[in-house]
Nanobody, 127 residues
């Protein structure tokens, strides 16, 4: 059974940091790209970062570039999202998702590209 479970969310002041983790099971992480997404109240789910299954560089949304870093540990089955210099606009429920396919940069941050999803973890950034 494929499972993705996010953890590490919480409340932090603006300028602070959080590290989210996505624990996977039921599939070989090495064969999947993993994306991080977020959804704020009243807004669409949006891609934040993606780390491919190969050696390509991670991909980031412009809004988080330079502040967020995604990394993976295939042996442990985990993908982390380090979030620094957090802003109130980063407040959202954060999800990780798995995609078995290789995709162009136009698609790696599109929710429709992803087959399996976690349940989400809340991140709140206070001003």
């Amino acid at each position: 059974q494929v499972q993705l479970v996010e953890s590490g969310g919480g409340t932090v002041q603006a300028g602070g940091s959080l590290r989210l983790s996505c624990a996977t099971s039921g599939f070989s992480l090495a064969n999947y790209a993993i994306g991080w997404f977020r959804q704020a109240p009243g807004k669409r789910r949006a891609g934040v970062a993606c780390i491919g299954k190969g050696t390509e560089d991670p991909y980031y949304a412009n809004s988080v570039k330079g502040r967020f870093t995604v990394s993976r540990d295939n042996a442990r089955g985990t993908v982390d999202l380090q979030m620094n210099s957090l802003e109130p606009e980063d407040t959202a429920v954060y999800y990780c998702a798995a995609d078995p396919n290789r995709r162009s940069s136009d698609w790696v941050l599109q929710p429709i590209s992803y087959e399996y999803w976690g349940q989400g973890t809340q991140v709140t950034v206070s001003s």
